[in-house]
């Protein structure tokens, strides 16, 4: 090796770094306060979207033409992971919001991405629409229809679990236009909540981040104009795998935040927490705990930067390190939660402490997105191909 190699390779740029002391500050002052009430009374968390659509932190990744920042898939990570640090519900808004429109920024006509990404920007929200009941992990066996009907399309069916249903006001919703062409027949579309016969219902009683929405969206002969398409007929099955392959990371970094959460209020208690006449931070088991989770942390963030900056480069193949790098992160969050809650012990299992709060809350990122079982089914396909 040359003596001149160039180390930084693995640093992120200043701005980055400035970036993220600046969404930390938010976070702690203006989120945290609040995220244990929002999920105590199951209430979305208002502050947090003042703060975030204040700062422009909502959407950082929407392009500048339409009123956005045009950050870049690294940057969005940053701020989904400092804001889940605090309150993993609060990082479903900008999570949420690039999930909605993902598949618009990669697929959708100029005059779409205008009529819809400038609200976003400026403070609305967007959510995605693939889930069915009876079409989870299978999303291509979903059953609502969507037909033409002169220049517009009229949608007829069900969407589950959709993360901000009714808060958002513009929703990418996934549905069959050509029965008879299996996934080749499943179209996209930009639905606005004031859509004639669309309705938000049966909102879901949830283990965690129950400051976030999780809801039905129901289509009873629900007219969208025919513009509203995103891409050509037949294209929504391919958009919606893109998107996950750019947006399964926010899901890896909201994962990385929670864990880390968790580790800094297990580090601040251990070492307050005396028994035997000493810290228990002292004691060799205690820190054998705390070095495996902050060994954890640091390579579930180091995996999910990558796949960040690998899609944000248009790199092909993505599927792998995307899945990859959403599945380790969620596996750790679910692990250094857990143990954080035992370093704790007894006051780990109340409610009066915020872990037993990141524990539920880190559950939810094996499953959505992708449950890991599937995102494993991804990761060897891409292998074996």
């Known amino acids: 090796m040359s ?13 980055h770094v400035a970036l993220r002391e600046a969404i930390r500050d938010l976070s702690e002052k203006e989120i ?3 995220a244990a009430e929002c ?12 703060a975030l659509n204040a700062s422009g932190f909502n959407a950082v990744h929407v392009p500048e033409e339409y009123g956005g920042q045009g950050a870049d898939s690294v940057a969005a990570c940053i701020v989904i992971e400092e804001v889940a640090r605090v309150c993993a519900s609060s990082s479903l808004i900008p999570a949420v919001n690039k999930l909605g429109t993902t598949g618009l920024i990669l697929a959708g006509s100029d005059e779409l991405k205008q009529q819809v990404l400038p609200s976003i920007a400026e403070g609305e929200m967007a959510s995605y629409a693939l889930s ?3 079409a989870g992990s299978d999303a291509a066996a979903m059953r609502t229809r969507a037909k033409a009907q002169g220049d517009d399309w009229v949608i007829n069916g069900t969407k589950a679990w959709i993360t901000n249903g009714g808060k958002s006001s513009w929703y990418t919703v996934m549905a069959v ?3 008879d062409k299996g996934a080749n027949g499943i179209s996209a579309f930009m639905v606005h909540k004031d859509d004639p016969g669309f309705s938000v219902a049966g909102y879901e009683r949830k283990l965690g981040i129950k400051g976030s929405p999780t809801a039905e969206l129901h289509f009873e002969n629900c007219v969208v104009p025919g513009d509203r398409m995103i891409g050509e007929p037949g294209t929504g099955f391919k958009t919606a795998l893109k998107t996950l392959d750019h947006t399964r990371p926010t899901i890896g970094a909201q994962a990385v935040g929670i864990a880390q959460g968790a580790l800094d209020q297990a580090i601040a208690y251990i070492k307050d927490r ?4 000493k810290s228990i931070s002292q004691f060799q088991g205690v820190e054998f705990m705390v070095a495996d989770m902050a060994m954890k942390i640091e390579a579930a963030r180091l995996m999910v930067y990558s796949s960040a900056a690998r899609a944000e480069r248009g790199e092909p193949d993505l599927g792998f390190i995307s899945s990859a790098s959403k599945c380790f992160a969620s596996d750790v969050a679910m692990a250094v939660t857990v143990d954080a809650v035992q370093l704790f012990g007894g006051a780990g299992f109340t409610r009066d402490f915020p872990v037993e709060r990141m524990m539920r809350d880190a559950k939810i990122t094996q499953i959505y997105e ?3 079982q599937i995102q494993r089914v ?3 396909r891409a292998l074996l191909r």
């Not at 001149?4 to 200043?14: E, I, K, R, V």
């Not at 105590?40 to 947090?48: D, G, I, K, L, V």
């Open 378 to 380: 991804v990761m060897s």
């Open 39 to 50: 999920d105590e009374n199951s209430r979305f968390p208002e502050e947090a979207l003042k």
């Open 274 to 277: 005396k028994q035997f006449g």
């Open 370 to 372: 992708g449950t890991n």
């Open 132 to 134: 069915e009941r009876e």
């Open 177 to 179: 236009t050509d029965p």
């Open 32 to 34: 945290e306060p609040y």
């Open 3 to 15: 003596g001149n190699a160039d180390f930084d390779l693995f640093q992120l740029p200043d701005e």
